[in-house]
């Protein structure tokens, strides 16, 4: 049951449903037509708002080669699965340039105001 919750929670995120409360559904008749289980909340999907590329310790510094490897956008939808990604080619890029034991984390700040996420 935990590995469905999980796969669903994996599959809202990707979609850009970040603030999302997921509970394993309790199966029960219900006493009367007005009660309601409904264990799961969701909000609007959210939109990756802002984008700052890393400023790396490499000389010279690859800004067009980053730029060229990250694929999430300002105005997309978020999506887990895109950053999970993005991470991936970073730390491939530290590997590449002699970091071999490099981590990569990036900061994601929401703004329920304007419904986006920075990417920091």
Known sequence: MNVD????????????????????????LPKTARD???????????????LQYPSLPIKPSPKAEL????????????SKEVVRADIASITD??????YALASVYP?????????NLALL
């Open 36 to 50: 309601d289980n409904q264990p799961s909340t969701f909000r609007k999907e959210i939109n990756t708002g802002y």
């Open 5 to 28: 919750l999980e796969t669903h929670r994996d599959l809202y995120f990707n979609n850009g449903y970040v603030r999302l409360l997921l509970q394993i559904p309790r199966y029960c």
């Open 67 to 78: 730029r060229g490897r990250i694929t999430a956008s300002p105005g997309a939808i978020f």
């Open 107 to 115: 900061d994601i700040v929401p703004d329920d105001a304007q419904n």
């Open 93 to 98: 890029l530290y590997t590449q340039n002699g």
